[in-house]
């Protein structure tokens, strides 16, 4: 039974092994049917992804950053969502795979580190029988070799005493312990991209870095392409290669992460990272927020979808939708009617500052 699976795997994924981007997706939609109508999680999102390189993908709650990477992933339930556009791993078509199809595929070419490992990890099984099984079920490998490995990997996460940890249950962990153990599974069968969605979530800021720090030298090792989804633009800024930014569903700026922070486009952008905490600020300072919620993605509003929270909105942005604009950079790209830097933009910055809204118009304007 395993020389079957391992033939299975051999067989799909040697396909991988092209000479264009590893990833490649193409107004990609998720749809959600529900008793409202179809929420548009996933609304035409196009990029690729290098070998080795980097993605970060940044948006609020409800933006659909964790829906895109299960579609790609092939994690969504089969009932209930309609999927629609192309995702190439390789040469091999991905969208529309059964669970069934893509199981070769999980673990040994593309892998997920979820956001809350307490609730990933089995609670009733040690976390060598979790970290060997993958290595059994794909690699076929004995259980002394898988021991082995399993071992090997927690002491490349850098957890102390690893022999010790396999033979202790989730519970018995910290939280960065058990993330350190969700990433070990994830790298066990060498994949060729890493999702990690939200890995730093309720983790202490020093551990925080040591987990983005290790994500990032694995990936650096291994050359393995990852995928980064955070809603905090600080945590991307020194751990990926590109910045995806999406709301509502939509890719709204996409550019290398230099040229990202250097030249920001799209005013949601600015916005996010304007709400990030300055260490600088003074005691007490109240936090800049984007006004307003997210739009109902079963009714989502004409124009821009930003429009309805955007200080820089014109008529013309809740009429006509902004397609995906190329800046200067051929690589940067952006949905807005009047960017950043534009002199409709900047004219409204002043209007902001003259009526004593810094909150809204930084000096700063990127």
Not at 109 to 134: H, Y
Not at 172 to 195: D, K
């Amino acid at each position: 039974m395993t020389q079957s699976r391992t033939a299975i795997r051999r067989r799909d994924t040697s396909r991988t092994d092209s000479d264009g981007p590893l990833l490649e997706v193409k107004d990609l939609q998720t749809h959600f049917k529900t008793g409202r109508g179809m929420v548009r999680a996933v609304d035409g999102v196009t990029f690729t992804l290098e070998r080795g390189k980097a993605l970060g993908v940044v948006g609020e709650s409800g933006s659909g950053k964790t829906v895109l990477a299960r579609t790609i992933m092939g994690l969504l339930p089969r009932q209930n969502v309609h999927t629609a556009g192309s995702v190439r791993f390789g040469d091999l078509d991905l969208l529309g795979r059964s669970a069934r199809e893509m199981r070769p595929l999980w673990g040994t070419e593309m892998a997920m580190v979820f956001q809350d490992p307490m609730s990933s990890l089995n609670p009733l099984m040690r976390i060598g029988k979790q970290i060997t099984e993958p290595l059994r079920f794909h690699m076929g490998m004995g259980k002394s070799d898988a021991l082995a490995t399993a071992e090997r990997l927690l002491r490349d996460v850098r957890i102390p005493e690893p022999a010790r940890r396999l033979r202790q249950y989730p519970h018995e962990l910290s939280g960065g312990m058990r993330q350190r153990v969700m990433i070990a599974i994830a790298l066990a069968c060498g994949p060729n991209m890493l999702f990690a969605d939200e890995p730093t979530t309720a983790l202490d800021v020093t551990v925080q870095a040591q987990i983005l720090d290790l994500i990032d030298e694995q990936r650096r090792d291994r050359n393995m392409a990852v995928i980064l989804v955070t809603h905090d633009l600080g945590v991307v800024a020194n751990y990926t290669d590109e910045i995806a930014v999406m709301y509502a569903g939509r890719l709204v700026e996409k550019a290398p992460t230099k040229t990202l922070f250097a030249d920001m486009k799209m005013p949601y952008t600015k916005a996010l990272l304007r709400s990030i905490p300055k260490l600088d600020l003074p005691s007490h300072t109240r936090l800049a927020t984007i006004p307003g919620r997210p739009p109902d993605l079963v009714n989502p509003p004409q124009g821009c979808r930003f429009a309805p929270r955007c200080a820089y909105a014109r008529d013309r942005c809740t009429q006509e939708e902004p397609p995906l604009i190329t800046a200067d950079d051929p690589q940067h790209t952006f949905a807005c009617w009047f960017p950043v830097g534009s002199p409709e933009h900047r004219a409204r910055d002043e209007e902001l500052a003259a009526a004593g809204n810094v909150a809204l118009a930084p000096k700063d304007a990127s």
